[in-house]
């Protein structure tokens, strides 16, 4: 199953700057080429991901990415459907019926015969979840996903989810400028879910200029952005942040992070709840 993967690494590579940053497809092969080198074994994308007038950039970019590369299997890939670019809208779209085409449709961007996780990219207010969630197991069913997750849900959502069929992962928001979904975290450690944390390094509004996590960095050698890594992965061992990235570079630094200290961890958990 895919929360007990042998394969699987501490960080995972999101995908998302590869379709929304202004960068060229060589560039972004070689950053999923670069996550790979350096033992990254999961790569997370959508069929959202992607740029206007195009299907699915960033599950190509994957796709064609991983073709290239021999040892492809070792790589765990997740992808979400439910949710598709419209110009400047995202729309959300969660039938059974869309479901469907979304995965045939990442399949044939992927290059795969099945989907290591399938992932519900979000709950569609018009759509019952238990709807939303069958579709999913029939996908399942049909052999063409191996494992389903569930993305930007709360508690309540994931248990009604886990009454329709088996659930793997769930992937939300968390770093340190947004603790929100620490609950969730702990209800998935309960339950053995695999928490996919994205945007663990806050997204491109958030500061990182906190003088008592530059402390902790500057006595550990880390940079700061490691740091905010490091909290992320304290969280517990079932906690994989998923790092964007659009630079070999970024995702290389990234996956030398490793869990902070208990103390440092402390240290900064004080700091921020006493602001």
């Known amino acids: ?37 350096s033992g990254v074994r999961l790569i997370d994308t959508a069929l959202a991901y992607t740029r206007e007038g195009v299907e699915s950039y960033a599950e190509q970019i994957v796709g064609r990415a991983l073709a290239q590369r021999p040892g492809r299997r070792e790589a765990l890939v997740a992808t979400k ?80 989810a886990r009454a329709e069929a088996a659930i793997a992962a769930v992937q939300n928001r968390l770093s340190l400028a947004d603790r929100a979904d620490l609950p969730t975290v702990a209800y998935c450690a309960a339950t ?14 958030a500061r990182r200029d906190d003088p ?19 909290w992320v992965l304290a969280q517990g061992a079932h906690v994989t942040p998923l790092v964007g990235a659009s630079r070999p570079e970024t995702i290389r630094q990234s996956a030398h992070s490793g869990p902070l200290a208990m103390g440092d961890l402390a240290l900064i958990d004080q700091q921020l709840t006493h602001k």
């Open 212 to 230: 008592v996590v530059a402390g902790v960095a500057a006595r550990l050698g880390l940079s700061v952005p490691q740091v905010w890594l490091a």
């Open 81 to 160: 459907g439910g949710h598709y670019r419209d110009g400047d809208d995202f729309p959300v779209d969660a039938s059974p019926e869309a479901l469907r085409a979304n995965c045939d449709t990442s399949l044939r961007n992927l290059g795969v015969d099945r989907i290591d996780l399938y992932q519900l990219h979000h709950v569609d207010p018009r759509v019952p979840l238990a709807e939303s969630v069958g579709a999913l197991k029939e996908l399942q069913a049909a052999g063409k996903v191996a494992a389903i997750g569930l993305s930007n849900v709360s508690v309540a959502q994931i248990e009604q």
């Open 1 to 37: 199953m895919f929360r007990r993967s042998r394969h699987m690494s501490r960080i995972g590579l999101g995908t998302a700057q590869l379709a929304f940053k202004d960068i060229t497809a060589e560039q972004a092969i070689a950053t999923v080429h670069a996550a790979l080198d």
């Open 192 to 205: 053995g879910l695999r928490y996919l944390a994205c945007l663990p390094l806050g997204g491109p509004a």
